[in-house]
């Protein structure tokens, strides 16, 4: 139900997937919400016929970097425009909110359909820093999540208040 108005308002001309989702977009292909349907654990075959050169596109700060769509809590989903500028803007205040240096190593909490994410993908990357991903199973408790993060050497956690709350509750 949430997806179908996200890919119809998109208007999207691909569609990334993957085989084990594939299944799930048969009844928006048959809608009619028909885009080219990619999915990303097949690509290998079919990058061997395709340029490999970068393409010459000129990119500046007004043009789209992605669309994010809210969670819908008041009606339907609305996508928000993030342009180049406002993203990098974005990562440069919180790269120095963060004190970010090459040497830390990032936690990504955040899923990555979550807007959450950019504050911890982008900074890092641009101060050359570690991206980690982390475990399902480090954040099932706190003892779990505190000795996983001291054993990958994250340097840097950027968590969301409901878990920062359930860590120190379960400290305490």
Not at 29 to 50: M, N, P, S, T
Not at 66 to 86: F, M, R
Not at 87 to 112: G, M, P
Not at 115 to 120: F, K, V
Request: some cysteine.
């Amino acid at each position: 139900e949430r997806l179908a108005p996200t890919l119809e308002d998109g208007k999207r001309a691909v569609l990334l997937t993957s085989d084990a989702l594939l299944s799930r977009l048969t009844g928006f292909r048959a809608a009619g919400l028909g885009a080219a349907v990619v999915c990303i654990d097949r690509v290998d075959d079919d990058l061997e016929r395709y340029e490999q050169a970068n393409p010459c596109v000129a990119i500046d700060g007004a043009n789209l970097a992605y669309v994010i769509y809210t969670s819908g809590s008041t009606g339907a989903p609305k996508g928000v425009q993030v342009t180049h500028a406002s993203l990098a803007n974005y990562t440069a205040v919180a790269a120095n909110a963060f004190s970010l240096e090459a040497s830390d190593r990032v936690l990504q909490f955040a899923s990555i359909s979550f807007d959450t994410a950019a504050e911890e993908i982008y900074p890092c990357f641009s101060r050359g820093a570690t991206l980690v991903l982390r475990s399902d199973e480090m954040i099932g408790s706190a003892k779990a999540f505190l000795s996983t993060c001291d054993e990958w050497g994250i340097t840097v956690l950027d968590l969301p208040t409901a878990y920062w709350h359930e860590l120190a509750t379960e400290m305490a």
